[in-house]
């Protein structure tokens, strides 16, 4: 059974940083892509940033690049996001999510097969 488990989340003031993990276990399985995706209160769950495992390519929603940077830590099975300059409308649930799917575009949610529990991050004005 293949886990994944967000941590790094909390509550911080605009301008700040937060550094989200996500760790993986369970069976052996080769991730073709992983992301992160967020959803606040009353909205849609939209993707956040998703990395390309074999070759490294990431993709960012507009609104957090030049902020929040994706990265894998391949012998720790671990998958990072380490977000700067917060603002409010940051403040979201935000999951960790990973596909093992041979094809097809990693950007939707709808691509992803495993999913985190989500960890709360909260930004104030």
């Known amino acids: 059974q293949v886990q994944l488990v967000e941590s790094g989340g909390g509550s911080v003031q605009a301008g700040g940083s937060l550094r989200l993990s996500c760790a993986t276990s369970g069976y052996s399985v080769s991730y073709r892509c992983m992301g992160w995706f967020r959803q606040a209160p009353g909205k849609e769950r939209e993707r956040v940033a998703i990395?390309?495992?074999?070759?490294?390519?990431?993709s960012y929603a507009d609104s957090v690049k030049g902020r929040f940077t994706i990265s894998q830590d391949n012998a720790k099975n671990t998958l990072y996001l380490q977000m700067n300059s917060l603002k409010p409308e940051d403040t979201a649930m935000y999951y960790c999510?990973?596909?093992?799917?041979?094809?097809?575009?990693?950007?939707?949610?709808?691509?992803?097969?495993?999913w985190g529990q989500g960890t709360q991050v909260t930004v104030s004005s």
């Open positions: 999510a990973s596909t093992s799917t041979a094809y097809g575009s990693c950007l939707p949610a709808r691509a992803y097969q495993y």
């Open positions: 990395i390309y495992i074999g070759s490294g390519t990431t």
